[in-house]
T-cell receptor, first 113, second 113 residues
Framework: DAMVIQNPRYQVTQFGKPVTLSCSQT?????MYWYQQKSSQAPKLLFH???????NEADTPDNFQSRRPNTSFCFLDIRSPGLGDTAMYLC????????????FGQGTRLTVV | DQQVKQNSPSLSVQEGRISILNCDYT??????FLWYKKYPAEGPTFLIS?????DKNEDGRFTVFLNKSAKHLSLHIVPSQPGDSAVYFC????????????FGTGTRLLVSP
């Protein structure tokens, strides 16, 4: 089945230690997104890639970076995680067209200790 | 400033009855609206959507209604089943060709036998 896969499902990292979350897709969608969802809050868009074009949301902290080496893979890098970065990180994909849904992975639950 | 609001954190319904989940939005630029369903430890799964040019969209037991003048949408599930128990997120997207979704905080639906 075509899908969006995130690895790892759970990640614990130390305060200040860089961490990378991974997302892959078999849908061949040209847009990939990263969302952050903190406990009891709405998922919040961090950035998206349209093909290789990176688009940052205005309020996304500089601590968060992303890489998309090819159509299938996208990475979220957190350079110096703080305790406030503990959250569920959701990867999603879609076609670059209006009125279409985004497909989400299962998420990576990141805990910063 | 929350642009998409789901004011009911939880809803309990008996099996076979109707479930009505509500969502309000403030941004007039939103023109595509989606409902996602989320089980614990899984990513959001697309359920149903509606474009701003429509006021109703139906898919099996699920119907979404849009009232643009009131900036309000609702999801009706008839009849409700225990397997529908999950968190339901309302999301909205502006017409940019990308699914830069703005989510509500979710409503936890519990359908009891």
């Amino acid at each position: 089945d075509a899908m969006v896969i995130q690895n790892p499902r759970y990640q614990v990292t130390q305060f200040g230690k860089p961490v990378t979350l991974s997302c892959s897709q078999t849908l061949n969608h040209n847009v990939m997104y990263w969302y952050q969802q903190k406990s009891s809050q709405a998922p919040k868009l961090l950035f998206h890639y349209y093909d290789k074009d990176f688009n940052n949301e205005a309020d996304t902290p500089d601590n968060f970076q992303s890489r998309r080496p090819n159509t299938s893979f996208c990475f979220l890098d957190i350079r110096s995680p703080g305790l406030g970065d503990t959250a569920m990180y959701l990867c999603a994909t879609s076609l670059a067209q209006s009125n279409t849904e985004a497909f989400f992975g299962q998420g990576t639950r990141l805990t910063v200790v | 400033d929350q642009q998409v609001k789901q004011n009911s954190p939880s809803l309990s319904v008996q099996e076979g009855r109707i479930s009505i989940l509500n969502c309000d939005y403030t941004n007039s630029m939103f023109d595509y609206f989606l409902w996602y369903k989320k089980y614990p430890a899984e990513g959001p799964t697309f359920l149903i959507s509606i474009s701003s040019i429509k006021d109703k969209n139906e898919d099996g037991r699920f119907t979404v209604f849009l009232n643009k003048s009131a900036k309000h949408l609702s999801l009706h599930i008839v009849p409700s089943q225990p397997g529908d128990s999950a968190v339901y997120f309302c999301a909205a997207s502006p017409n940019t060709g990308f699914q830069k979704l703005v989510f509500g905080t979710g409503t936890r639906l519990l359908v009891s036998p």
